[in-house]
């Protein structure tokens, strides 16, 4: 992997020097022709590095502005049709004014579609194969849409194009069938899942708090083991559980009842998604609580048998880990982790320049 690197930073910088023979006027049509398909087939890739040095490379930033390819697609719009986020960023970075983004953003193709119409179309399918469920694959295509419309003007949020449609009717018509494999994802993932072992769990813990482990004493209707510690452990542990899967169960059930809106997959609906997850997984851990403290004063002096039922009660809890957790990270992450990227990428290359530097 380092030699591959290596080697590439050496082509990349050969091709820095070639370009530089042209003066960037690129008069050679040859010269301008091989950058032009160099730098498409970069943006398309996500080769942000080969991107910002070539864009550094030429003083003058109409240049990278006024390249386009068969379609009349600047670089920025090219970078936003397949969904790269580095070389999308680099609109914002210092080289650019305010007024030059907008400019960037409003530059129509030969179809008439500016920078909104074009994230308004569904991604290429190798750009968000990688996102697990449609719900959050909608939730990337919303996050774009609306990054793109927080930097653009007014007048391109109702600009049409060739076809006579706004960006948010283009968006509307080509994420129609996302729409629906959300919702259909969305729905499967709270009843089968989820709801039904949470409504199991309310069932379990009610009736462990009405038969308490060792009974009731007779004379005065307290449980036998009401003093000990352990006993309290369980009371405690039973009503965290009850409440908790109580909660995922009314949140799953919003999740139904919800409309299922193009902007509820946004935020709303993941969050819903979240507290659930989070709830049942609170439930499940503290019923294996409950378990392992009623086992502990049913039992008393048996380790041989006590401590062994405590380490199978952390058996569930792991399982729910290793199928659910990658799952409930990846919303967490996609639904309020966009804003700490830049700083994750940042962090990414400087690390990779200190690795190679020490050789």
């Not at 398909?37 to 040095?53: D, N, P, S």
């Not at 968000?128 to 007014?154: C, D, T």
Request: proline fraction near 3%; charged fraction near 20%.
């Amino acid at each position: 992997m380092k030699l591959l690197h290596v080697r590439t930073i050496k082509i990349l910088d050969q091709m820095c020097k070639a370009l530089e023979n042209f003066n960037y006027n690129f008069d050679n049509k040859q010269g301008r022709k091989f950058a032009e398909k160099a730098l498409f087939q970069a943006v398309e890739r996500g080769h942000f590095l080969f991107v910002q040095k070539l864009i550094r490379l030429q003083l003058d930033k109409s240049w990278c502005l006024a390249i386009t390819n068969e379609h009349d697609k600047t670089l920025f719009q090219f970078a936003a049709e397949h969904r790269q986020d580095q070389i999308f960023d680099l609109i914002c970075s210092h080289w650019f004014t305010a007024t030059e983004r907008k400019e960037i953003i409003s530059r129509k193709d030969k179809f008439g579609n500016n920078m909104l119409h074009v994230v308004g179309k569904l991604s290429p399918l190798t750009q968000i194969a990688h996102i697990r469920g449609a719900a959050l694959q909608m939730q990337y295509e919303l996050q774009w849409f609306k990054k793109v419309e927080s930097m653009a003007s007014p007048k391109d949020h109702n600009c049409v194009n060739s076809d006579g449609l706004t960006p948010r009717e283009v968006f509307t018509i080509n994420h129609k069938d996302l729409v629906k494999e959300a919702e259909l994802s969305m729905k499967e993932t709270a009843t089968s899942s989820s709801a039904l072992v949470a409504a199991l769990i309310i069932t379990i813990m009610f009736a462990a708090v009405v038969t308490v482990p060792g009974g009731i004493n007779g004379e005065t209707s307290i449980p036998i083991y009401f003093n000990t510690d352990a006993f309290k452990i369980f009371i405690i542990a039973d009503v965290i559980s009850l409440c908790s899967s109580a909660t995922s169960v009314m949140v799953f059930l919003g999740i139904h009842t919800s409309r299922f809106a193009e902007e509820d997959f946004l935020t709303s609906l993941p969050t819903k998604l979240i507290i659930g997850f989070l709830s049942l997984f609170l439930s499940i851990g503290s019923m294996m609580v409950a378990f392992a403290s009623a086992v502990f004063i049913m039992l008393p002096g048996k380790p041989s048998i006590v401590f062994p039922s405590i380490v199978l009660a952390g058996v569930p809890i792991a399982s729910f880990l290793w199928m659910q957790f990658p799952f409930f990270l990846e919303i967490i992450i996609y639904t309020y982790g966009s804003s700490f990227r830049p700083m994750y990428w940042r962090l990414e290359r400087w690390a990779w320049r200190i690795y190679y530097r020490r050789f």
